[in-house]
């Protein structure tokens, strides 16, 4: 869902036992991702969503991510951290122009 309709819906749904911004939720599963649809968008690390990092995160690099959890925010070295359903931990950096490199927490590969 756009910003704009989840503007309108919660904004219709105010007054109701409806938790509106459930409507809105970020996606977070692999299987959510604009890229199930559409692999050729799986090229870029910019506007990930949880979905599209689980994505990565499964198909790109075959970690068990089906789900993201939770979200870090870009520390200083230029990543942030991941927690999956299955309770792993992964940094995710993100590259210009590319698809985001995904590594365990310790930053190596298994």
Same mark, same amino acid.
């Given at each position: 869902?756009?910003?704009?309709? #989840? +503007?309108?819906?919660? =904004?219709?749904?105010?007054?109701? +036992?409806?938790?509106?911004?459930? +409507? #809105?939720?970020?996606?977070? /599963?692999?299987?959510?991702?604009?890229?199930? !649809?559409?692999? &050729?968008?799986?090229?870029?690390? /910019?506007? +990930?969503?949880?979905?599209?990092?689980?994505?990565?995160?499964?198909?790109?690099?075959?970690?068990? #991510?089906?789900?993201?959890?939770? &979200?870090?925010?870009?520390?200083?070295? =230029?990543?942030?951290?991941?927690? #999956?359903?299955?309770?792993?931990?992964? &940094?995710?950096?993100? &590259?210009? =122009?590319?698809?985001? !490199?995904?590594?365990?927490?310790?930053?190596?590969?298994?």
């Amino acid at each position: 869902m756009n910003l704009r309709f #989840c +503007l309108i819906v919660t =904004g219709a749904f105010f007054y109701t +036992l409806v938790p509106a911004m459930a +409507l #809105c939720a970020e996606p977070t /599963k692999a299987s959510q991702s604009a890229y199930v !649809k559409d692999m &050729r968008k799986a090229t870029t690390s /910019k506007d +990930l969503t949880k979905a599209d990092i689980a994505w990565h995160a499964v198909n790109t690099y075959g970690w068990d #991510c089906e789900e993201v959890w939770s &979200r870090g925010e870009v520390n200083s070295d =230029g990543y942030f951290f991941i927690t #999956c359903s299955s309770g792993k931990i992964l &940094r995710v950096y993100p &590259r210009p =122009g590319q698809h985001p !490199k995904i590594t365990a927490s310790d930053g190596s590969y298994k």
